[in-house]
């Protein structure tokens, strides 16, 4: 069984160039969230998408960033015309909901992406 | 809304002592799930339990085992008989039911070393 895949596993951009991060979660799993670790820090909720469709994306910065999970293929996080700011690892995690209670989110490898 | 507070940044202790990693949660939910996961040097994240609200009962797997506390609002992780190898980072989580989003909120980590 392979896990959540993340591509590409390293990342660098030069400032205002476009970033693409890739998830391809795990077999069965129709549920995919993206987290952000800053440097030293801890995981910070980005997105929650179900295939097709965007179901929070309260921890998404309002520009610059977009997700989508077509109903073919991986998950996308794109970041437009990055900036230093965004250097960061990118964690994309998949789960197969259960009925009347939480399902275990298993995370990919993550990507880490670094703006020169 | 929900807060996950890891008050220790980093502990150290030498190989083979006994080490305890707290985590203090709110959350106005009366269901709710948390989790503890581990962050290796190699920066890919590893499930180690998830627990319901409901369930107080105390779980050991091996060497670790978890307290869960509903009346303090504590789920702490204790190793036993530490190892180098469980130097890593420690991440205490909360995710709440909310209309099937099962969003995580992190607490901001634990760095553990073990001294050989």
């Known amino acids: 069984n392979a896990g959540v895949m993340q591509n590409p596993r390293h990342l660098v951009r030069r400032r205002g160039q476009e970033a693409r991060l890739r998830c391809s979660p795990m077999?069965?799993?129709?549920?995919v969230y993206w987290y952000r670790q800053l440097p030293e820090e801890g995981l910070k909720f980005m997105v929650y998408?179900?295939?097709?469709?965007?179901?929070?994306e309260s921890g998404m910065p309002k520009e610059r960033f977009s997700a989508e999970f077509p109903k073919e293929g991986p998950s996308i996080l794109r970041i437009q015309q990055v900036v230093r700011g965004d250097s960061a690892a990118y964690f994309c995690?998949?789960?197969?909901?259960?009925?009347?209670?939480?399902?275990?989110?298993?995370f990919g490898p993550g990507t880490r992406l670094t703006v020169l | 809304a929900q807060k996950v507070t890891q008050a220790q940044t980093e502990i150290s202790v030498v190989e083979k002592e006994d080490v305890t990693l707290d985590c203090v949660y709110e959350?106005?939910?009366?269901?709710?799930?948390l989790f503890w996961y581990k962050q290796p040097p190699s920066g890919e994240l590893v499930f180690l339990i998830r627990?319901?609200?409901?369930?107080?009962q105390n779980e050991i797997s091996g060497r670790y085992s978890w307290n869960f506390q509903k009346s303090t609002s504590s789920f702490n992780f204790t190793i036993t008989a530490s190892q180098v190898v469980d130097s890593a980072v420690y991440f205490c989580?909360?995710?709440?039911?909310?209309?099937?989003?099962?969003?995580?909120?992190f607490g901001t980590g634990t760095r553990l070393t073990i001294i050989p």
């Open positions: 995690a998949s789960s197969r909901r259960l009925a009347g209670g939480s399902g275990e989110q298993f």
């Open positions: 077999k069965g799993h129709s549920h």
């Open positions: 998408l179900q295939k097709e469709n965007i179901i929070d």
């Open positions: 959350t106005r939910d009366t269901t709710y799930y």
């Open positions: 627990r319901n609200s409901f369930d107080e």
């Open positions: 989580a909360l995710s709440e039911t909310n209309f099937g989003n099962e969003k995580l909120t």
